[in-house]
């Protein structure tokens, strides 16, 4: 297995870009396969994990999966001779037996959802002109007191 490999961001990634790219951990096994016993072998790799952890980015209305990083995880487990037809007959010794080898890809969204946003009420800014009172600052002071007396009149007349 290579020292260092490493994996596109994006499907069109630059290979001069360094920054482009994101290297794979590769998490080996930590025995050596071994053989104790006749016919059985621990500790074989038999199967190969793939995680690919991506995030949406850019634009709500079209976002671009980017790839974060990358993990390979090598899975042993134990491989024993099956002594069933032709392998159990004398001279049959180096025939091949086939064995199950599995692998998986795993794509996890690590994506982190955006939050609302929303903008400051703006401020009221209630400016009347100038002259908005102006028909009753120049009324006479008969007028204003004649319109005084029919309010009150109006609202005692309604309480009663």
Known sequence: ??????????????????????PVIIQEPVAEPTSIVAGQCDNVILSLSIE???????????????????????????????????????????LRQKYEIASSVAFLDVSTY?????????????????????PLSTASTLHVQILTIMLL??????CT
């Open 1 to 22: 297995m290579p020292q260092s490999m490493y994996v596109a961001m994006f499907g069109n990634s630059d290979v001069g870009i360094v920054g482009d790219w994101v």
């Open 52 to 94: 690919i952890l991506y995030a949406n980015i850019g634009s709500l209305a079209n976002p671009q999966a980017k790839i974060v990083g990358v993990k390979y995880t090598f899975i042993p487990g134990k491989l024993t001779y099956q002594c069933v037809g032709p392998y159990c007959q004398a001279g049959t010794e180096n």
């Open 114 to 134: 955006p939050d609302a946003v929303l903008a400051e009420i703006p401020p009221w800014k209630v400016e009347l002109p100038n002259d908005f009172f102006y």
């Open 153 to 158: 009149l109006m609202v005692n007349w309604l």
